[in-house]
């Protein structure tokens, strides 16, 4: 079965790579099916991380809601208007379904074979030589499009007398025939996240989707699950720090490629093992992944840097959504977004453009605040912009900064400085 591997929405560097690596483990370890998404837009730097290191991109996906597609059953077959009748029949009989879609010579749906609608045929003893195109077909079926959201079409198709669905795609053509059972089945499908443990901040649909295993750095907030499954969290700098680690303990060598991504996720996270997240850990396996990809954590930093953050290449609303993560806690719901950008020059120039976008999806999401966090890691600072809740505001530790901003000296982590300070704050407001 195909096992997705997915890190957060809004994906940054160590998502994407941790992603990846642990999709290259597990194939390797008995998941051969599985897959390395990224949750929407791949970050600049993720294709420059795989470009530098000659891997391949992993596929974007907007969602991984289950789909009609996926259910789409490949041992029913179909039959063609333009074949005897009889030997429409022969197939129907030999399928062992009760009814089959016929198509035309274009591919169009056009009916079910089915026996009850040939009753009249047979009363009449007509010549069973004609073309099944001709023969009376049954037309009312629920024909489903291969697009459809299983979620939204399951009860009516579960609720439906019939047992078979064609489906086709949008210029009308037959994909093929979902059998009604297929929707009371679990999804075709299963994911690994990485890098995250709340649906909230997952790919849309991972909802619909049942979880096998986690690996991750964050504070857990992950809902009970049915039955057990393999979930890997530590307090360390990046979720590829535990990646590498799951190769050493599986006894498995990270290629050259995969190597090199792991330690632009480890420099990516850690910003060159500066931000108070770095551990021991960390630095050890960044050297054990330095040794396997022939380049030093600094030269991938600097390769990372290179490339232009969201605050030069993107809008303001796409540059404050880059890497925004939504919270629900104390009552409130916030967004917190990081950028990192060793030019703070640039986001003092964009301030009020920026403050603006922030103020739209404050609105727009319904949200108590948010604030976007611009890091300078080769300086070792943050400055945040902050919208919406005054009281949380005031409450928070930062003195006014240049261009509306509030200086934050030293800090590096959303996880380990903001996000505290913010939560202190929402309850001290
Ligand atoms: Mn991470």
């Known amino acids: 079965m195909k096992t997705y591997v997915c890190g957060h929405r809004n994906p940054d560097v160590d998502s994407v790579a941790s992603a990846f690596a642990l999709a290259d483990l597990r194939r390797r370890t008995g998941t051969p099916d599985a897959e390395a998404i990224c949750a929407g837009r791949l970050p600049e730097r993720a294709k420059w991380m795989f470009s530098h290191f000659g891997a391949k991109p992993v596929r974007a996906l907007r969602d991984v809601y289950v789909r009609v597609r996926d259910l789409v059953d490949p041992d029913v077959p179909a039959i063609d208007a333009a074949i005897p009748l009889v030997e429409g029949l022969r197939l129907l009989e030999a399928s062992g379904e009760s009814s089959l879609p016929v198509r035309d010579a274009d591919g169009r749906f056009v009916g079910m074979l089915s026996p009850a609608k040939l009753l009249s045929l047979f009363i009449a003893k007509s010549d069973l030589a004609m073309p099944v195109g001709e023969a009376p077909l049954h037309k009312c079926a629920q024909v489903l499009s291969e697009s459809d959201r299983v979620h939204d079409i399951r009860a009516a198709a579960l609720r ?180 990192e950008e060793t030019n703070l020059a640039v986001f003092h120039r964009r301030a009020k453009e920026l403050s603006e976008a922030i103020e739209r999806v404050v609105s727009k999401d319904g949200l108590d605040f948010m604030a976007l966090m611009v890091t300078d890691p080769v300086r070792g600072n943050s400055e945040l912009l902050f919208c919406g809740s005054e009281g949380v505001r005031r409450a928070l530790p930062y003195r006014r900064g240049p261009a509306g901003t509030l200086v934050m000296p030293g800090v590096l982590s959303r996880k380990k400085q903001l996000l505290p300070e913010v939560l202190a704050a929402i309850s001290g407001s």
């Open 160 to 339: 439906n007398s019939h047992n078979h669905f064609p489906v086709v795609d949008d210029a009308g053509r037959l994909v093929g025939t979902v059998l009604k059972r297929a929707f009371a089945e679990e999804p075709p499908y299963r994911m690994i996240i990485v890098d995250h443990n709340e649906t909230d901040q997952g790919i849309p649909g991972l909802e619909e989707v049942p979880v096998v295993e986690v690996v991750d750095h964050h504070r857990i907030s992950f809902a009970a699950t049915k039955e057990p499954i393999r979930y890997t969290a530590d307090v360390v700098g990046s979720t590829c720090t535990l990646v590498a680690r799951m190769f050493r303990a599986a006894g498995e060598r990270p290629t050259k490629e995969t190597a090199g991504v792991l330690l632009a996720g480890v420099v990516a996270d850690t910003l060159l093992f500066q931000s108070p997240t770095t551990t021991d850990a960390d630095r050890t396996m960044a050297a054990w992944l330095e040794r396997l990809c022939g380049e030093s954590a600094a030269d991938v930093m600097a390769g990372l840097m290179s490339v232009a953050s969201p605050l030069v290449s993107m809008s303001a609303d796409q540059a404050v959504a880059s890497d925004a993560k939504l919270y629900t806690e104390g009552g409130c719901r916030f967004s917190l977004a990081q950028i």
